[in-house]
């Protein structure tokens, strides 16, 4: 089962930061959190991950609190491009493989 | 750099038969997972090859098997075809297997559809 919780659906406007909370209260010391997003019906794209410092790319900004139980996934500036349905993932570092459990994700829907 | 590639994209088979899906993974990368995506059970990872070794493995029947060669390409193969079955088919390569720094790419897919 998923090891995370996302609201189902949020909305942002055209130009505004989104920002896509995810809690993961049971996460263990060296499980990492990725982001993925999936735009209807293409392929999963990784966006960001990390294990306890923020991290920043050419796609977003990942906000781990200190206690590491919840992360929040900003998109600075959201455009139309970035409706999508976005998964958070916490993915154990030394398992015996690299299988990635899916949850229901939340469905971001960015208007002009 | 060329993304995955999956083939077919599409594919309607009928109940009972069996179906082959191919995936070629990112030059030089070693890993190729597979997933399922249905509107009911979402993404559900099916299973991992690594170094042409099953690594990984989801909670799909026998059924459902798969294989890599020694370039990394893996084919999956559904057998005995069930009205269930059909779903987008995902396939994500990665570099290693087992690794914190190690996202996985996602192909398209292949869309298959059980009559």
């Known amino acids: 089962d998923a090891k995370t919780t996302q609201p189902p659906s949020m909305d942002c406007a055209e130009g505004r930061a989104a920002n896509l909370p995810c809690n993961h209260s049971?996460?263990?010391?060296?499980?990492?959190v990725y982001w993925y997003r999936q735009i209807h019906s293409q392929g999963p794209q990784y966006i960001i991950h990390?294990?306890?410092n923020n991290e920043t790319n050419e796609m977003a900004s990942l906000i781990i609190t200190e206690d590491r139980k919840s992360s929040t996934l900003i998109l600075p500036h959201a455009t139309l491009r970035d409706t999508a349905v976005y998964y958070c993932?916490?993915?154990?570092?030394?398992?015996?493989?690299?299988?990635?459990?899916f949850g229901k994700g939340t469905t971001l829907s960015v208007s002009s | 750099k060329a993304g995955v590639t999956q083939t077919p994209r599409y594919l309607i088979k009928t109940r009972g038969q069996q179906v082959t899906l191919s995936c070629s993974p990112i030059?030089?990368?070693?890993?190729v997972s597979w997933y399922q995506q249905t509107p009911g059970q979402g993404l559900q990872f099916l299973f991992e090859?690594?170094?042409?070794?099953?690594?990984n493995k989801g909670n799909f029947p026998g059924r459902f098997s798969g294989r890599q060669f020694s370039n990394s390409r893996s084919e999956m193969n559904v057998s005995t075809l069930e009205l269930g079955d059909s779903a987008l088919y995902l396939c994500?390569?990665?570099?290693?297997?087992?690794?914190?720094?190690?996202?996985?790419?996602f192909g398209p897919g292949t869309r298959l559809t059980v009559l």
């Open positions: 090859y690594f170094s042409e070794t099953q690594r």
């Open positions: 030059s030089g990368h070693r890993s």
């Open positions: 993932i916490v993915r154990y570092s030394n398992q015996a493989g690299t299988a990635l459990i």
């Open positions: 049971t996460i263990s010391g060296n499980e990492y």
């Open positions: 994500a390569s990665s570099k290693s297997s087992g690794e914190p720094h190690n996202e996985q790419f």
């Open positions: 990390g294990l306890k």
